[in-house]
């Protein structure tokens, strides 16, 4: 059949009207699962939820007063799991910074057993067990003890508290002794029903406190 010009435009513009209405109708009418996967599937993965305090603080909902103000009301931690990380804290700095050129990796790993999570400790054996280091030790009969001072609360997150911690360390080399100090930021985490060590960094690197 031979079309005139004008049916031919016609016709062509009809094409292109059902064309559009087919292409309109997929996209509305495209499954949800498929959207999921191609966004919100890959975001969810990415970023894990926190894992917040068991319950809410209560808040205050009362007039302040000053004489009686009770800040933990709006802290995620309690003043037991405060009191238990800051000593965690101190007492991991100065575990940290004690050694001696007889002992083991075992030995330093048995010092902050129960101090650092599990990922942690196995970071720092690492490190504690750099043949170069352990036999420099020996050969200089290095022997070091450490002591902790908390300084300050750095951050205060919903499932962790970064605090600033100073080692001061006594340490005796073929003899002589000397003393050094550093500032850590040493980051306590609730890992299961403990409070633990998640990270350690020196105090001017600063480091992220929310493990989740």
Request: proline share 5%.
């Amino acid at each position: 059949m031979n079309l005139s010009d004008r049916q031919r435009r016609f016709l062509f513009a009809g094409l292109v009207v059902v064309l559009a209405a087919i292409g309109v109708y997929l996209t509305v009418a495209a499954p949800d699962g498929d959207g999921e996967k191609e966004t919100g599937g890959r975001s969810a993965a990415a970023v894990p939820s926190a894992t917040g305090p068991a319950s809410p603080p209560p808040g205050i909902s009362s007039a302040v007063d000053p004489n009686s103000f009770d800040i933990y009301r709006l802290l995620p931690f309690s003043q037991r799991e405060f009191a238990t990380a800051a000593d965690v804290a101190q007492r991991f700095v100065a575990a940290h910074g004690t050694y001696r050129y007889d002992e083991g990796p075992q030995t330093y790993a048995q010092r902050l057993s129960g101090l650092v999570t599990d990922d942690l400790l196995t970071e720092l054996v690492r490190g504690e067990s750099s043949p170069g280091q352990l036999e420099e030790r020996r050969r200089r009969q290095e022997v070091a003890e450490c002591t902790a001072t908390l300084d300050r609360v750095r951050d205060i997150e919903d499932n962790s508290i970064i605090f600033l911690v100073t080692g001061k360390q006594q340490v005796t080399r073929g003899g002589q002794k000397s003393e050094n100090s550093r500032q850590w930021a040493v980051t306590v985490a609730r890992d299961g029903g403990a409070m633990r060590v998640y990270a350690v960094a020196p105090a001017d690197e600063g480091q992220a406190g929310d493990t989740g």
